[in-house]
């Protein structure tokens, strides 16, 4: 059965975490939902797959980042967002409902800092959590998905930063 293998990330605040390299590694494409704080990140992301990356709060203003992404996926359509800008109360149900008339199969968001995935009226919204170092368990997320039983399969993958040596 034809698996396909994406992608997802946010709030990575200029840093990279190494082990995004292996938890991506062979991905078709990678989502970034913003504050990504450092284009030549997405540079560095680019060498493993393309990448969709929208601007976050953090972020200056870049042709590369605009603020809201709708892109064909095999799957089905994925509308990607900070959700900094997004009208709603930040709830993910509350986005889902947002952009129920643009027909995505996913909604991925950013901003909050907390892994999450659920379903709301037949949409899938996921947060993949925060990547970079701060706030928040940080954490990517890989979406395996088969054609031909259009099963998905999301794993989060958390991602543990050291504190940096002291000299």
């Given at each position: 059965?034809?698996?396909?293998?994406?992608?997802?990330l946010?709030?990575?605040?200029?840093?990279l975490?190494?082990?995004v390299?292996?938890?991506?590694a062979?991905?078709?494409?990678?989502?970034?939902?913003?504050?990504?704080?450092?284009e030549?990140?997405?540079?560095e992301?680019?060498?493993?797959?393309?990448?969709?990356?929208?601007?976050g709060?953090?972020?200056?203003?870049?042709p590369?980042l605009?603020?809201?992404?709708e892109i064909?996926?095999p799957?089905g359509?994925?509308i990607?967002?900070h959700?900094?800008?997004?009208?709603?109360?930040g709830?993910p149900e509350s986005?889902?409902?947002h952009?129920?008339?643009?027909?995505?199969?996913l909604v991925?968001?950013?901003?909050t800092?907390?892994?999450?995935l659920?379903?709301?009226d037949?949409?899938?919204?996921?947060n993949?959590g925060?990547a970079?170092r701060?706030?928040?368990?940080?954490?990517?997320?890989?979406l395996?998905?088969?054609?031909?039983?259009?099963e998905?399969e999301?794993?989060?993958?958390?991602?543990?930063?050291k504190p940096p040596?002291?000299?």
């Amino acid at each position: 059965m034809p698996r396909h293998r994406f992608g997802f990330l946010s709030d990575t605040h200029g840093a990279l975490h190494p082990d995004v390299f292996e938890d991506f590694a062979g991905v078709e494409a990678i989502f970034h939902a913003g504050d990504v704080e450092g284009e030549e990140l997405l540079d560095e992301l680019e060498a493993l797959a393309p990448v969709h990356a929208v601007h976050g709060n953090c972020d200056f203003s870049s042709p590369r980042l605009p603020a809201l992404r709708e892109i064909r996926a095999p799957f089905g359509l994925v509308i990607l967002t900070h959700s900094h800008l997004v009208p709603t109360d930040g709830r993910p149900e509350s986005l889902a409902a947002h952009f129920r008339a643009r027909g995505p199969r996913l909604v991925v968001y950013g901003h909050t800092h907390q892994a999450y995935l659920g379903e709301h009226d037949g949409i899938r919204v996921l947060n993949p959590g925060p990547a970079g170092r701060g706030r928040g368990r940080p954490s990517v997320c890989v979406l395996e998905w088969t054609s031909e039983t259009d099963e998905f399969e999301f794993e989060f993958r958390p991602l543990e930063w050291k504190p940096p040596r002291r000299s």
